[in-house]
């Protein structure tokens, strides 16, 4: 997968978690615990629900219901998609572009504090995304932090103050159907990267070996 690697932090992105209803006149989004309530997620994502025919989306959903499992160590925040229409990057010589994204922090909520951490996440997700599907030139992921005021936690406003990261997919396609088929490729290749991520987090690293 081709992966943006250059790390930075969106300071317009901040916000708190959980956060509140948005305020946009169209598709306005509301905050849901998925791990609180993950029979939400096929319910309640309202970019989401219009494609869940196609199989993008529903490999979107089986990503969602398993990085917000009970005995998982991670979380997500939020997401936003929007379907293929005319691609305007040269560099993709497709004529369809369909591009969302996806929020997630650590369930440990004290450990978002650390910005060492964070940026370890950061690039664990970049290293495992880049070895999947090297082949594969059709779709690209972007990856930034986000200043997030974790509420639930003790302490004065600036005590509370971590890091989210927020990763932006775009796939490409010659047509509609071949977009899509290459956003359920690029989705299963994100799936088998947070795979990777989590199991990294329990200390079951990736290997490289001499060819």
């Given at each position: 997968?081709?992966?943006?690697?250059?790390?930075?932090?969106?300071?317009?992105?901040?916000?708190?978690?959980?956060?509140?209803?948005?305020?946009?006149?169209?598709?306005?989004?509301?905050?849901?615990?998925?791990?609180?309530?993950?029979?939400l997620i096929?319910?309640?994502?309202?970019?989401?629900?219009?494609?869940?025919?196609?199989?993008?989306?529903?490999?979107?959903?089986?990503?969602?219901?398993?990085?917000n499992r009970?005995?998982?160590?991670?979380?997500?925040?939020?997401?936003?998609?929007?379907?293929?229409?005319?691609?305007?990057?040269?560099?993709?010589?497709?004529?369809?572009?369909?591009?969302?994204?996806?929020?997630?922090?650590?369930?440990?909520?004290?450990?978002?504090?650390?910005?060492?951490?964070?940026?370890?996440?950061?690039?664990?997700?970049?290293?495992?995304?880049?070895?999947?599907?090297?082949?594969?030139?059709?779709?690209?992921?972007?990856?930034?932090?986000?200043?997030?005021?974790?509420?639930?936690?003790?302490?004065?406003?600036?005590?509370?103050?971590?890091?989210?990261?927020?990763?932006?997919?775009?796939?490409?396609?010659?047509?509609?159907?071949?977009?899509?088929?290459?956003?359920?490729?690029?989705?299963?290749?994100?799936?088998?990267?947070?795979?990777?991520?989590?199991?990294?987090i329990h200390?079951?690293?990736?290997?490289?070996?001499?060819?």
């Open positions: 997968m081709l992966v943006v690697s250059y790390y930075e932090i969106q300071e317009s992105a901040s916000r708190s978690h959980p956060w509140g209803k948005t305020t946009y006149t169209e598709n306005a989004g509301e905050y849901f615990s998925f791990r609180e309530r993950p029979e096929r319910e309640v994502l309202e970019d989401f629900k219009p494609f869940e025919s196609q199989d993008a989306i529903q490999k979107f959903y089986e990503l969602l219901e398993w990085l009970d005995d998982g160590v991670l979380e997500t925040n939020d997401c936003f998609f929007r379907p293929p229409a005319e691609n305007p990057d040269d560099q993709f010589q497709l004529t369809r572009k369909t591009h969302g994204r996806i929020e997630f922090f650590i369930r440990k909520l004290d450990a978002n504090l650390s910005a060492e951490a964070v940026h370890w996440l950061y690039r664990m997700m970049s290293l495992y995304l880049q070895v999947e599907r090297p082949d594969f030139h059709c779709g690209i992921f972007d990856i930034a932090a986000a200043r997030t005021d974790y509420i639930e936690l003790p302490g004065e406003r600036e005590e509370r103050i971590g890091l989210r990261l927020c990763i932006y997919f775009n796939a490409y396609g010659n047509g509609d159907t071949n977009a899509w088929d290459n956003l359920e490729i690029a989705i299963q290749g994100l799936f088998n990267a947070f795979k990777g991520l989590e199991a990294a200390g079951d690293f990736l290997k490289f070996r001499q060819p």
